[in-house]
């Protein structure tokens, strides 16, 4: 008889978890007493989103390197991966050779199971040959998304010209910010840094649209992520987070200083409330379920 109203006790004291809310999916007996968990408030708001980013392939290109990044893109699934340009070797105006180049490229991201976002770099866009070509495949070499509230812009650095943003392309960015002023977050993606000045290839009229379009994105929370350089570096201005990703199989240096920025890597993003959460995830960290074959 105290067995029986032992075990009603406990019974009793048991509820099945199906509640409405963050955690609608959860099934789960919870007991009163103790639970073997830390609490059932699951990381699965409906707005947060991972993406990936992948950084430069090309500027002394390493075979392979690129090609494993797509195998573990499938691996871990991100609902989208999005490029920092510098794509291909580029610097012909060869067009047979163009199109080999970017066919051996599309054959690569067309092995990943979710959407790849273009974007040119100065190896993608070198000459007007290339940047014909570009339109021809890809069609617009900038242009702009929203996901879940959040605005992704894709812009091109080589709009004329190397380390410029052109005037159309301006005046195209102030009406999507424009016209999409109350998004939670602004994301911007370009390959050259161009808040870093380069003694070599800055013009003034360069140097002016940059201003220009940074100053488009005053008031809002933003973050921008950029490549070309091939080593890592992060720095703040204006209160907003500035990325200079490193390489996806581009040439690295061997400056022994800087050995700690250059590495082959996926960028892991979570979108977040609080903007965009990073996870730099080097691509020889990242195992199948295989990794010690017998
Ligand atoms: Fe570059």
Redesign the pocket.
């Known amino acids: 008889m105290r067995f029986l109203r032992n075990f009603v006790f406990i019974a009793l004291a048991i509820v099945l978890v199906g509640c409405a809310g963050v955690n609608q999916n959860l099934e789960i007996q919870v007991s009163e007493q103790a639970n073997p968990w830390t609490h059932l408030n699951l990381y699965n708001k409906a707005d947060n989103f991972q993406f990936a980013i992948v950084s430069?392939r090309?500027?002394g290109h390493r075979p392979g390197v690129f090609a494993d990044a797509v195998e573990k893109l499938n691996l871990l699934k991100p609902e989208f991966v999005i490029s920092i340009?510098?794509l291909i070797q580029g610097y012909t105006e060869d067009d047979a050779e163009l199109n080999t180049m970017w066919d051996e490229f599309d054959g690569l991201v067309n092995r990943l199971q979710m959407p790849f976002f273009y974007v040119p770099?100065?190896?993608d866009i070198s000459n007007p040959v290339m940047a014909k070509k570009w339109h021809q495949r890809l069609g617009p070499s900038y242009y702009h998304f929203v996901y879940h509230d959040v605005l992704f812009l894709c812009a091109n650095t080589e709009d004329p010209y190397r380390r410029c943003i052109g005037d159309r392309q301006i005046e195209y960015f102030r009406k999507v910010l424009k016209d999409n002023s109350k998004v939670r977050w602004t994301l911007v993606f370009m390959?050259?840094p161009l808040w870093k000045p380069d003694e070599k290839f800055d013009t003034d009229k360069g140097k002016e649209n940059w201003h220009k379009f940074e100053s488009l994105l005053a008031g809002r929370p933003y973050t921008v992520f950029s490549?070309?350089q091939h080593r890592y570096d992060k720095s703040v201005h204006n209160s907003r987070r500035y990325y200079v990703l490193a390489t996806t199989g581009?040439t690295q240096g061997k400056e022994p200083t800087l050995a700690k920025c250059r590495f082959d890597h996926i960028v892991w993003v979570t979108m977040t409330d609080d903007g965009p959460v990073m996870a730099n995830l080097l691509l020889e960290g990242i195992l199948d379920d295989e990794p010690c074959p017998q």
């Open positions: 430069d090309t500027g340009g510098d770099g100065n190896h390959h050259e490549g070309h581009g």
